[in-house]
T-cell receptor
Framework: AQKITQTQPGMFVQEKEAVTLDCTYD???????LFWYKQPSSGEMIFLIY??????QNATEGRYSLNFQKARKSANLVISASQLGDSAMYFC?????????????FGTGTQLKVEL | DTGVSQNPRHKITKRGQNVTFRCDPI?????LYWYRQTLGQGPEFLTY????????KSRLLSDRFSAERPKGSFSTLEIQRTEQGDSAMYLC????????????FGSGTQLSVL
């Protein structure tokens, strides 16, 4: 079974600072994918970044980067130059190997608040 | 390029009533998923379709829940004899079979059972 653990229920960061949101995962699969989604108060889940288990480079998407440490089974999200609009709930999620239907297992989320 | 659309956005119902939600995925996406999210939790997988075939159902999906995707386009999720424990956000997502297979989510239907 797959499990995602997010140990930070809430985080505060000052505008323009960088922030790291933690995510650890547990799986016995060799092939898997890791995702981060942002959920603002409107409710929609917005895709941020993806890391495949065989990707050698850490994924980056604009101000988002994923610090992937496979041996430690961690996939932390780094947001650089935080903006007020980054205030939202952030979820780490895992996809199983191909053929498993691509359903995602989510963590409990981290509420990020960006302050002036 | 329209995203995933869900209707209604909010639904308030009395315990014991039936409710139906609709999801319109991104048009070229083959896969469609239903998730349920309760307060303070991440979304939990309920079921998914590939085209019109329902390929997997979670144990969370009791006999009172039924989902359909009759023509491989939009999908409906029906809950019969609603219970207060059914109160949650119901999220729909779709994906293609190509690339990262990332899921695109709708804004959800917030169900409140009184």
């Amino acid at each position: 079974a797959q499990k995602i653990t997010q140990t930070q229920p809430g985080m505060f960061v000052q505008e323009k600072e960088a922030v790291t949101l933690d995510c650890t995962y547990d799986t016995s699969d060799q092939s898997y994918g890791l995702f981060w989604y942002k959920q603002p108060s409107s409710g929609e889940m917005i895709f941020l970044i993806y890391q495949g288990s065989y990707d050698e480079q850490n994924a980056t998407e604009g101000r988002y980067s994923l610090n992937f440490q496979k041996a430690r089974k961690s996939a932390n999200l780094v947001i650089s130059a935080s903006q007020l609009g980054d205030s939202a709930m952030y979820f780490c999620a895992m996809r199983g190997p191909p053929g498993g239907g691509n359903k995602l297992t989510f963590g409990t989320g981290t509420q990020l608040k960006v302050e002036l | 390029d329209t995203g995933v659309s869900q209707n209604p956005r909010h639904k308030i119902t009395k315990r014991g009533q039936n409710v139906t939600f609709r999801c319109d995925p991104i048009s070229e996406h083959n896969r469609l998923y239903w998730y349920r999210q309760t307060l303070g939790q991440g979304p939990e997988f309920l079921t998914y379709f590939q085209n019109e075939a329902q390929l997997e159902k979670s144990r969370l999906l009791s006999d009172r829940f039924s989902a359909e995707r009759p023509k491989g386009s939009f999908s409906t999720l029906e809950i019969q004899r609603t219970e207060q424990g059914d109160s949650a956000m119901y999220l729909c997502a779709s994906s293609s079979l190509e690339g990262q297979e990332k899921l695109f989510f709708g804004s959800g239907t917030q169900l409140s059972v009184l």
